[in-house]
């Protein structure tokens, strides 16, 4: 059988990422430099290196995540279809699985197992992380949470695992379909080669690859690659980490600024493969705004303000006071949850003539539900709202989960339904082997009534365009800096690439600020619905058809 010959020459920068013997490694660059084949070429490149297991075949598993599945499957995929085509790797659709899979000339075979899995689909990264990788591929990680980054790190080296000696066979699924252990004796351990080598081949080299346009100055790749930490932790000890891990690459723009002209830079990298060379960015200058040619032509750190804001109503100086908003003590407060992995909750009031007040908001990026209840928004509701009625608490219906994995979704964790007990009435060990407390919230957290996108957005508007006795009908506090940003503009619909005409995508774009907008939605809902002081007894949650909001009277 003839294989096709991959003529893969790398940039210089790709020869530095590929050289570099970091467990982390993130490429950073302009659009078109090559940081995708880069990322591709190096699981490639590992999964030949991957040791043969004592029947001589190289065992890896990669993840490999996208923000949308829409753009896995129109970029991540065709890329790397591009540069491993069917006779190297086979591909099935739902989900999206590729294998590679063929003979060296030393007699061994590669097969490395590729996953590919999309962020707005949470169950599916939930089970992926699940599983034993080798390494994991974060394709265009400026619009992924960190806790991918956190979680990542901990799932890749486990394939082929260290521990067991087992080799799980996977179908083109993801699923197990046998566990082999045949290089372990009838007492479970490792068998030995004549020459006193294990049989058993572990993972040869994990790896976490990462590639990006360039994120804002705030994100948590920009905290990494040029302050070194973190700002949630600066200590010593963590920078250490960083360094000893993590390794950055930065890919050159393809042109030099002089005053207001760009000049082809000599430097620039990828530019033969490129439709056009130089005229492939050139025509880009011509269509786009200066923000978008500073990030993704001249691959600087920064925003891109060309989306449409979600709420053209907010006006900063009249929605948001200059000090932050008073907590009125008599009032009852609403809970506004979003799950995911970026955990956040919007907590707000509504006075009796109907004005909102968005008063508190928290949001973490790398923790998990549970711990984001527990550490965070718990002593906080303690510290600043002891003894004050809580009127609702919203999740997203959708994130409340349904079947199967209802026992774990983000309601049932806040709602501690998750606990399981064994016979002694002992509760059951976490993955991390701690005994799981109960969270003891103090409410129940229910399922928002709709998860309509417009129907939140229209509802959240219905506020921002009305006045209450001469006081604008929403008030944003200073202290709630995600909101606020995402209202002046950072929760957005997405510029479409098309010449000529203005076209934006019809649902928001995720993004960080969607995040804290999605909870603060759940919240409005709660008010629009007409709360009651105590949700447990009177409020009717049985929206299990959110469809149907009649009850909401909305
Ligand atoms: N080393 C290379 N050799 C040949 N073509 C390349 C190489 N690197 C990238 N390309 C091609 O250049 C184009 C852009 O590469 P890509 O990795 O998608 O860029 P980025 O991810 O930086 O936007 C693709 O068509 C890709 O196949
Ligand atoms: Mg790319």
């Known amino acids: 059988m003839i294989i096709t010959t991959i003529n893969y020459i790398a940039s210089p920068t790709g020869a530095k990422f590929h050289a570099s013997n970091k467990v982390v490694r993130g490429v950073l660059g302009p659009v078109g430099n090559g940081k995708s084949v880069m990322c591709i070429n190096e699981i490639h490149r590992l999964a030949v290196l991957q040791e043969p297991n004592s029947d001589g075949i190289r065992k890896t ?76 591929f974060l394709n265009e990680a400026r619009e992924l949470p960190y806790a991918l980054v956190k979680a990542a790190r901990e799932r890749i080296g486990r394939y082929p695992s260290q521990i067991d000696g087992y080799t799980d066979v996977y179908d083109n699924n993801g699923e197990l379909t046998y566990s082999a252990p045949k290089e372990l004796d009838s007492s479970g351990n490792v068998t030995f080669n004549k020459d006193g080598t294990p049989k058993y081949k572990p993972c040869t080299r994990k790896a976490l690859l990462m590639d990006t346009n360039p994120p804002e100055d705030d994100h948590w790749w920009y905290q990494l690659a040029e302050d070194g930490c973190l700002k949630s932790n600066k200590s010593a000890e963590a920078k250490r980490a960083v360094t000893e891990i993590f390794d950055f690459f930065r890919g050159p723009a393809p042109f030099l600024k002089e005053g207001d002209n760009y000049i082809d830079n000599p430097l620039a990298e990828n530019i033969k493969f490129l439709p056009g060379g130089y005229k492939y960015y050139r025509d880009m200058l011509a269509g786009n705004s200066e923000d978008h040619i500073n990030v993704m032509i001249m691959g600087n750190y920064g925003t891109i303000k060309d989306g449409k804001p979600v709420y053209p109503q907010y006006n900063d100086r009249i929605h948001c006071p200059e000090k932050p908003l008073k907590i009125l003590e008599d009032l009852p407060i609403g809970l506004g949850w979003d799950g995911g992995l970026t955990p956040t909750c919007i907590i707000g009031q509504q006075t009796e003539r109907g004005q909102l007040r968005i008063i508190a908001e928290m949001v973490s990026e790398d923790m998990g539900v549970r711990q984001f209840a527990r550490d965070i928004v718990k002593p906080f509701l303690q510290r600043n709202f002891y003894g004050m009625k809580i009127a609702f608490s919203y999740i997203d219906p959708a994130g409340a989960g349904r079947g199967e994995a209802e026992a774990k979704s983000a309601m049932n964790i806040l709602n501690d339904e998750y606990i399981e007990y064994n016979e002694d009435g002992e509760s059951v060990l976490n993955e991390d082997g701690d005994i799981l407390q109960p969270l003891n919230m103090g409410f129940e957290t229910e399922k928002a009534p709709t998860n309509d996108p417009t129907r939140r957005i229209d509802a959240v ?80 949650d049985d929206f299990d058809d959110y469809e149907d909001v009649g009850v909401m009277g909305y």
Not at 508 to 532: C, I, R, T
């Open 61 to 136: 598993k990669w993840g490999i995540f996208r923000n949308t599945y829409d753009q896995l499957e129109s970029t991540t995929l065709a890329t790397f279809k591009q540069w491993l085509p069917w006779d190297v790797c086979s591909i099935t659709m739902k989900p999206i699985r590729g294998m590679i899979k063929y003979p060296l000339a030393d007699g061994t075979t590669v097969e490395a197992l590729c996953m590919f899995v999309s962020v707005d689909r949470p169950d599916d990264v939930k089970k992926l992380l699940s599983l034993e990788l080798t390494g994991v």
């Open 461 to 540: 508007n219905s506020y921002l365009i009305k006045m209450v006795e001469g006081e604008p009908g929403y008030l944003v506090s200073r202290s709630c800096p995600m909101i606020r940003k995402g209202k002046i503009g950072g929760y957005q619909y997405k510029r479409m690439q098309m010449s000529g005409e203005e076209r934006y995508k019809d649902k928001p774009d995720k993004n960080k600020y969607s995040h804290p907008a999605d909870a603060e939605q759940y919240l409005v809902l709660g008010f629009m619905g007409g709360y009651v002081v105590d949700s447990s007894d009177d409020y009717d």
